[in-house]
């Protein structure tokens, strides 16, 4: 079995990182699974972790009143997901539910805040990889309103 820091070696978003900076991550995580239909968190919930998916994949899913769930995206092998624990006031802004067993590498939100706030370099590092995540999840959902609303005129 590969150690979590042997784990994030073969991620392509740590892909790059130094070695001591691939080991306080690593120190932060532990591996987890859930089964299909399974919840990893849920909108309002605390942002407490974030997850590198290993294997299987998860709906980003929103709730929307007289609908129902609606996904707005789905993440698979590689991919992180959630990243709310980097800006306060540290809540989940949507669902993320299993839809095929599925295991992960979570890590603990505070404990790597932690280790930004102790090392700036660090932490810049962190933001400009995760901003890439929140730039791309952005651009998805647009891409998606265009799909459901046309294109503008």
């Given amino acids: 079995m590969k150690s979590i820091k042997e784990l994030l070696t073969g991620s392509e978003f740590f892909k790059g990182l130094p070695a001591e900076d691939l080991q306080l991550i690593a120190g932060c995580g532990s591996n987890v699974q859930f089964e299909a239909g399974a919840y990893l968190f849920h909108e309002g919930d605390p942002s407490d972790r974030f997850y590198l998916i290993r294997h299987g994949r998860v709906a980003l899913e929103f709730w929307s009143p007289g609908r129902g769930p609606i996904t707005v995206g789905t993440l698979g092998p590689g991919e992180l997901i959630g990243w709310s624990w980097l800006v306060p006031p540290y809540q989940k802004t949507s669902d993320a539910r299993a839809i095929e067993p599925t295991r992960a590498t979570s890590f603990d939100g505070a404990c790597i805040r932690a280790k930004c706030e102790e090392d700036p370099r660090f932490g810049y590092e962190l933001l400009k990889r ?21 294109t503008r005129k």
């Fill in 130 to 150: 995760f901003a890439q995540i929140i730039e791309r999840r952005l651009e998805d959902a647009r891409l998606q309103l265009l799909d459901v609303y046309g």
